[in-house]
């Protein structure tokens, strides 16, 4: 297994450099190469969570690792469904590397099958972080989609401002979908939190972080529907909001203890 997650690290790694060549060297031909590398990294991806999950007899996210690995496996998934409904090549270059950044924190966390802990042995385990893995990628995307749209307005290419739109929408979108998913997370978690520590909520600095993400997402689909910002703008507020994501995914699990310091 350990062969394997890392031959799939390594694709990723493999996928981004074409990628980047194709793009700075003007060559289709390997930024065509540089995406079927990435779909046998995402291949391989699916293919190890699948493994671990039956060797584990469980989902695979019960820690930081296996969260981690599924992270990046929603990033790609998300990335191969955008290019294949969408045609969003120029998601690519960006998406790409978080992808393998993502995978390769996973490569950093002990990588051990435990068995699950009591606490998180309930029905809401699955919906609850699945909704987490799903919503963090669609963060991260529209992340990704704000920065190109950055690049892209400094650039007078053809179609120049249909573009932009098309960017900016892109990262309502993939936003909109992630505040969804983010809502499940923390409306389950309180409803399991009830259930495992007779309280629907605790104060816990997951919760808290949790809580944050969501209103700093609020905001920006606030400003949004208002019209009251322009698309340089949001760009850049969904760009400054993905460290918060990431904090709320891996920094309070390092450098705060609490009821979820397991995960």
């Not at 739109?165 to 983010?182: E, H, K, P, V, W």
């Not at 993905?242 to 309070?252: I, K, R, Y």
Request: hydrophobic share 60%.
């Amino acid at each position: 297994m350990n062969i394997l997650f890392f031959a799939v690290l390594a694709l990723y790694f493999a996928a981004v450099l074409l990628q980047f060549a194709g793009v700075m060297f003007k060559k289709d031909k390997v930024a065509k190469i540089a995406w079927f590398v990435f779909i046998a990294a995402f291949a391989g991806n699916s293919i190890y969570i699948l493994i671990r999950g039956i060797v584990a007899h469980r989902l695979p996210l019960s820690n930081q690792f296996e969260f981690a690995t599924a992270f990046a496996w929603g990033i790609a998934l998300l990335l191969v469904v955008l290019k294949a409904k969408k045609h969003s090549d120029w998601l690519a270059t960006i998406t790409m590397p978080a992808a393998f950044l993502v995978l390769s924190y996973a490569a950093l966390q002990p990588k051990e099958i435990t068995e699950l802990m009591p606490a998180l042995r309930s029905a809401w385990f699955g919906l609850h972080i699945g909704s987490a893995v799903f919503s963090y990628s669609a963060f991260v995307l529209a992340g990704c989609a704000g920065l190109r749209r950055i690049l892209t307005a400094k650039k007078k290419e053809e179609n120049h401002e249909l573009k932009l739109q098309q960017m900016d929408f892109l990262s309502y979108r993939l936003i909109g979908f992630g505040f969804l998913l983010l809502t499940v997370v923390i409306l389950s978690g309180a409803i399991w939190a009830e259930q495992a520590w007779s309280a629907f909520w605790t104060w816990d600095p997951k919760e808290v972080w949790a809580l944050i993400t969501w209103i700093i997402y609020a905001v920006y689909l606030h400003l949004r529907l208002r019209g009251k910002k322009d698309g340089n703008f949001l760009a850049w507020y969904v760009i400054l909001a993905v460290p918060v994501v990431l904090f709320t995914f891996a920094g309070v699990n390092t450098l705060m203890s609490g009821l979820h310091s397991y995960g």
